[in-house]
């Protein structure tokens, strides 16, 4: 199974935070990541892999979520953003982040559930 090609499955896992330069010389240890850092314009983002395989990444908290303690988030694979943050709401969610595009990634959104439960979801651009 191809996680970033299938509805439903987990396909990323990522950590925002106040000191990302922290959380990679803990997490890189821990797991035995390597940890690879790239510029994706707002910022360093640190690629986490085992291997030659991307796993995660870890971020630094963005200015305009405000304050928030350290999180991980959790991504699923959908086969389209905009139904699913319809169907969402639909189901009594809401969404937290609306649709936006991720350059070279593909189109996510954060909804929570009527609880308040987050999670991301990503349509992977094909390629």
Same mark, same amino acid.
């Not at 000191?19 to 240890?29: E, I, S």
């Not at 690879?36 to 994706?40: P, Y």
């Given at each position: 199974m191809d996680v970033f090609k299938t509805h439903g499955a987990f396909s990323w896992s990522e950590l925002t935070t106040g000191?990302? #330069?922290?959380?990679? #010389?803990? $997490?890189?240890?821990?797991?035995? +990541?390597?940890i690879? #850092? =790239?510029? =994706?314009g707002g910022g360093p983002y640190h690629l986490l892999k085992v291997g030659d395989t991307a796993v995660g990444g870890i971020m630094k908290t963005p200015a305009e979520a405000g304050p928030m303690p350290p #999180? +991980?988030?959790? $991504?699923v694979t959908v086969d389209d953003v905009a139904a699913t943050?319809?169907?969402?709401?639909?189901?009594?969610g809401k969404v937290v982040v609306p649709a936006m595009d991720v350059p070279g990634v593909g189109r996510m959104a954060v909804i929570a559930d009527p609880q308040g439960a987050t999670l991301s979801v990503m349509q992977y651009s094909a390629g």
């Open positions: 000191d990302p #330069a922290a959380a990679t #010389a803990f $997490y890189g240890p821990l797991f035995g +990541w390597d690879e #850092a =790239m510029d =994706m #999180a +991980w988030g959790c $991504y943050v319809a169907q969402a709401t639909a189901l009594g």
